[in-house]
T-cell receptor, first 110, second 115 residues
Framework: GQSLEQPSEVTAVEGAIVQINCTYQ??????LSWYQQHDGGAPTFLSY????GLEETGRFSSFLSRSDSYGYLLLQELQMKDSASYFC???????????FGAGTRLFVKA | IAGITQAPTSQILAAGRRMTLRCTQD?????MYWYRQDLGLGLRLIHY???????GKGEVPDGYSVSRANTDDFPLTLASAVPSQTSVYFC??????????????FGPGTRLTVL
């Protein structure tokens, strides 16, 4: 079967660094994406990794290890507005059978 | 219209009734998707379409049907609604009809309650 696992909740303080992990099991793999969703809002795209290594976009970075079926999202210089749910998503072979993780709720406290 | 829109914003529906959720995008994206989001379960793919005239089944297609008569519109129909279909429904689109490198753009969602 296909599945993604990520922690259900993470709490961190403003200004800190937090890492949200995602492990996946899929019958075909194309790439790993991350999405952010604030309460009551729609998911918005953050990053995508197709190859091993680190991708950096401002305060957010995403890492992928295909051999370990593992990735993470790194958020630096946390701000209160980063409090949201973060989803990893796998695009399997063909790209259309998109599987999302259950999401990690990030609480940023002052 | 800018981006992707959904209608209605919310709806309360009696069990057994038929309901169509509307989704329209103006980005000329080839691929469109319907997801449902339930607490603790994340987003689950219901149906998708990689181009006008074609559709495919996702993870949880039972009880739902879709059509893709043109590039812009991708309606989702519940033929006979049941309480387990109470959920938030998101429509999304992406730019090309192959591969997983495309960002998916999500609509604002429809909150559906089936009583």
């Amino acid at each position: 079967g296909q599945s993604l696992e990520q922690p259900s909740e993470v709490t961190a303080v403003e200004g800190a660094i937090v890492q949200i992990n995602c492990t996946y099991q899929t019958s075909g793999f194309y790439g790993l994406s991350w999405y952010q969703q604030h309460d009551g809002g729609a998911p918005t795209f953050l990053s995508y990794n197709a190859l091993d290594g680190l991708e950096e976009t401002g305060r957010f970075s995403s890492f992928l290890s295909r051999s370990d079926s593992y990735g993470y999202l790194l958020l630096q210089e946390l701000q209160m507005k980063d409090s949201a749910s973060y989803f990893c998503a796998v695009f399997n072979t063909g790209g259309f059978k998109t599987i999302f993780g259950a999401g990690t709720r990030l609480f940023v406290k002052a | 219209i800018a981006g992707i829109t959904q209608a209605p914003t919310s709806q309360i529906l009696a069990a057994g009734r038929r309901m169509t959720l509307r989704c329209t995008q103006d980005m000329r994206h080839n691929a469109m998707y319907w997801y449902r989001q339930d607490l603790g379960l994340g987003l689950r793919l219901i149906h998708y379409s990689n181009t006008a005239g074609t559709t495919g089944k996702g993870e949880v297609p039972d009880g739902y049907s879709v059509s893709r008569a043109n590039t812009d519109d991708f309606p989702l129909t519940l033929a006979s609604a049941v309480p387990s279909q109470t959920s938030v429904y998101f429509c999304a689109s992406s730019g090309t009809s192959g591969g997983g490198t495309d960002t998916q753009y999500f609509g604002p969602g429809t909150r559906l309650t089936v009583l």
